[in-house]
């Protein structure tokens, strides 16, 4: 890449290195004369699929002009330095918080995922730590690794927190690709994309899927990425049709993964999962791995009428014992929903496959099915909303919006995106239409909220394509090369 193609956030980085002085959150002075190592991750956009991901679904995922870029530098002792610096909206003051590799530590080596949790979690201030820290500590532990020296690691961030296009996943990505490539570990992109998932399970606390780890290492500037969730695979690149794109609408709502509407609707995920094979083996049949293993008519005829709307949570365990998912816990005082968040990956996952078929005929010529994807994605949002019940009424105003101006103006579809309640709104539609009516729309949307949403376009690589980057400090100062 020549220096004008690289992402905004490497050229970013670069002018501070050159000039660090000239940053008032105190640039100059982080780095040693060493050699830094840097990775650039993007935000993903969902844009098909979102929750059903830990169902095992089908899912088209994109990847957005913004991103993050870690850098690396080794130290002499045994401490991680990490700093975080933003870059969107007005800049602040940097955060920074010190951890002694041995807390990661019990006895004689690496100590277990609860207890490195406890610690992330004990002082609110520099939770933020366990999505670097965390990440470090899975790379050590589960790829066996002994590091005598600690990190000074910083993080410069142009993706909004907690707006649902997968900025914790980003910063996990980011870490791992980086020690990836210091360390010449040659791990590929699956590990890297797992590893990721497994920090933001055990020690951030989030059961979030494997979607937004594979979408953000695997994805590909200017494409779809197809991903098969079983438990994780990409099955290709998607085509986006000739003058059509995506945008993603910042709905000012925050959102997070580790909250209880989200959390709750995946345990009424795996209840009804459970029942399923429960009643499997009545018949004789063995279970399902995944509830997305089921088509949609067998699904609503032999197994919905008998899963029950709601249940409290010590009935099922009663009768269950357990729901087989190892990062959430059914409480046995609260009601779950069950028929819903069951029937939506099954409902989902056919949906996936219509979008992406219908981009593929689009692709080739038939407009027709550009409208036919958009109504998928419409189609999904309202099983977000009725069946999950993790859209808020700030995000039905944007898909509405979307909706009452209709494919023939070049407008097709929008979506909640990820875990929901909240965040982003992704839209589909022609350039010109994504140029003349998105403005329209946020205009709209401030005279309701009060502020004007972000809009978040573009496209960029994901961590694979994009690769890592040194930089060496010589007599003509700082120069950095890929890697």
Same mark, same amino acid.
Do not use: W
């Given at each position: 890449m020549t220096p004008e193609q690289l992402p905004y956030e490497v050229q970013e980085f670069e002018r501070l290195l050159a000039k660090p002085n000239s940053d008032p959150t105190g640039f100059a002075g982080f780095f040693t004369g060493g050699e830094i190592w840097v990775a650039r991750v993007p935000a993903r956009l969902d844009v098909m699929g979102g929750i059903a991901d830990y169902s095992g679904s089908n899912v088209c995922e994109g990847?957005?002009?913004?991103?993050?870029?870690?850098?690396?530098?080794?130290? %002499?002792?045994? %401490?991680?330095?990490?700093?975080?610096?933003?870059?969107? #909206?007005?800049?602040?003051l940097p955060v920074e918080t010190r951890i002694p590799l041995s807390y990661f530590t019990s006895g004689d080596g690496l100590g277990d995922y609860a207890q490195v949790r406890e610690l992330c979690q004990s002082n609110p201030l520099v939770s933020w730590a366990a999505y670097i820290g965390g990440s470090i500590f899975t790379l050590f532990k589960e790829e066996s690794l002994k590091v005598p020296y600690g990190f000074s690691m910083l993080l410069l961030s142009g993706v909004p927190m907690n707006v649902g296009i997968g900025s914790s996943a980003a910063v996990e990505i980011g870490t791992l690709s980086c020690l990836n490539a210091y360390l010449n570990l040659k791990l590929d992109a699956a590990r890297i994309a797992r590893l990721g998932q497994m920090a933001e399970n055990h020690v951030v606390g989030a059961p979030c899927g494997i979607m937004d780890q594979i979408a953000i290492t695997s994805g590909r500037r200017g494409r779809l990425t197809h991903i098969l969730c079983r438990p994780g695979k990409v099955l290709g690149d998607v085509e986006i049709p000739k003058g059509t794109g995506f945008i993603g609408i910042n709905s000012m709502v925050r959102h997070s993964v580790g909250g209880n509407p989200y959390s709750d609707t995946r345990i009424g995920a795996f209840m009804g999962k459970k029942i399923v094979n429960s009643i499997r083996a009545r018949t004789g049949?063995?279970?399902?791995?995944?509830?997305?293993?089921?088509?949609?008519?067998?699904?609503?005829?032999?197994y919905l009428p008998e899963i029950p709307d709601s249940i409290v949570g010590s009935e099922f365990l009663e009768k269950y014992k357990t729901h087989d998912d190892p990062v959430t816990k059914i409480q046995p005082d609260a009601t779950y929903r069950v028929a819903?968040?069951?029937?939506?990956?099954?409902?989902?996952?056919?949906?996936?496959?219509?979008?992406?078929?219908?981009?593929?005929?689009?692709?080739?010529?038939?407009?027709?099915?550009?409208?036919?994807?958009?109504?998928?994605?419409?189609?999904?949002?309202?099983?977000?909303?009725?069946?999950?019940?993790?859209?808020?009424?700030?995000?039905?105003?944007?898909?509405?919006?979307?909706?009452?101006?209709?494919?023939?103006?070049?407008?097709? #579809?929008?979506?909640?995106?990820g875990g929901g309640t909240g965040g982003t709104v992704a839209v589909f539609g022609r350039f010109d239409a994504l140029r003349e009516q998105i403005p329209q729309i946020a205009t709209e949307y401030s005279r309701r909220v009060g502020a004007m949403p972000d809009l978040l376009d573009g496209t960029s690589p994901g961590a694979v394509e994009f690769g890592a980057r040194r930089y060496t400090f010589g007599a003509s100062g700082w120069r950095g090369t890929g890697v």
């Open positions: 990847v957005l002009g913004r991103g993050m870029l870690m850098a690396l530098q080794a130290r %002499t002792d045994s %401490t991680l330095r990490i700093r975080t610096m933003q870059m969107t #909206g007005k800049r602040g049949r063995s279970p399902v791995d995944y509830l997305t293993e089921l088509g949609v008519s067998e699904f609503r005829k032999e819903g968040p069951t029937r939506h990956p099954v409902e989902e996952n056919e949906r996936v496959l219509k979008f992406i078929d219908a981009l593929h005929s689009a692709a080739k010529g038939d407009e027709s099915a550009l409208a036919v994807a958009g109504e998928a994605m419409c189609g999904a949002h309202e099983s977000y909303r009725d069946n999950c019940h993790l859209s808020v009424d700030e995000v039905d105003f944007l898909v509405d919006a979307v909706r009452r101006r209709g494919a023939g103006s070049g407008l097709y #579809g929008a979506k909640i995106t």
